[in-house]
């Protein structure tokens, strides 16, 4: 069973608005998250991470929002820019337990 | 510095051969690992090196995966026989410190499978 889910396999912006991706959790026991971002024919690259104790980490023009209660985190890029178009994949650890990945969303930001 | 490194970049094979997966982890990074993506799916953990032990295998298949680490350098991840499940893409991650999951990790461009 899923214990991390990106329910939306795609999402298109415009340039320069506000990109969100969701991913949500089962597991209350994960306590660091993270989001990785995958261009065609390449593995995934580190974009940002949050820990359980933080509600909010900031990286220039991406965000990561974790409500604990909901299960939810979100990634916010802003402005979004037309290199930004990629698959980006959500994950989650608890201690030391391997990574676990949702399916990822395929982001296209429109010029 | 050069970053993970993953041979082959494709290989197609028949159903029943056997298959050679190799991954050179960025320099003196100590921890490495294997993940396979089936087409739409998930990015699945298969295992966990820490130089040249297994520190988790947790997420092999099945007794037809078979992954070493001579030496603590390079990796190979070895299927026999291949059957057509196996298809995906395996990608190849490393990490800096001995201390587990809160390093990030550095994938490779990963080894695209398929099997006939």
């Known amino acids: 069973d899923q214990q991390v889910k990106q329910n939306s396999p795609s999402l298109s912006v415009q340039e320069g608005r506000i990109s969100i991706l969701n991913c949500d959790y089962t597991?209350?026991?994960?306590?660091?998250f993270l989001w990785y971002k995958k261009y065609p024919a390449e593995g995934p690259t580190f974009l940002i991470s949050?820990?359980?104790?933080?509600d909010k980490n900031e990286d220039g023009r991406f965000t990561v929002f974790l409500n604990k209660s909901a299960k939810h985190l979100s990634l916010h890029i802003v402005p979004s820019q037309p290199g930004d178009s990629a698959v980006y994949f959500c994950?989650?650890?608890?201690?030391?337990?391997?990574?676990?990945f949702g399916k990822g969303t395929r982001l296209s930001v429109i010029a | 510095e050069a970053g993970v490194t993953q041979f082959p970049s494709h290989s197609v094979i028949e159903k029943g051969q056997t298959v050679t997966l190799r991954c050179d982890p960025i320099s003196g990074h100590d921890n490495l690992y294997w993940y396979r993506r089936v087409m739409g799916k998930e990015i699945k953990f298969l295992l966990h090196f820490v130089k040249e032990s297994k520190q988790d295998e947790s997420g092999m298949p099945n007794n037809r995966f078979l992954a070493e680490r001579t030496g603590g350098t390079y990796s190979t991840l070895k299927v026999q026989p291949a059957e057509l499940e196996d298809s995906g893409v395996y990608f190849c991650?490393?990490?800096?410190?001995?201390?587990?999951?809160?390093?990030?990790?550095?994938f490779g461009p990963g080894t695209r499978l398929l099997v006939l």
């Open positions: 949050i820990s359980s104790i933080k």
């Open positions: 991650a490393s990490s800096q410190r001995i201390t587990g999951w809160r390093e990030t990790q550095y």
């Open positions: 597991n209350s026991m994960f306590d660091y």
């Open positions: 994950a989650a650890s608890r201690g030391n337990t391997p990574l676990v």
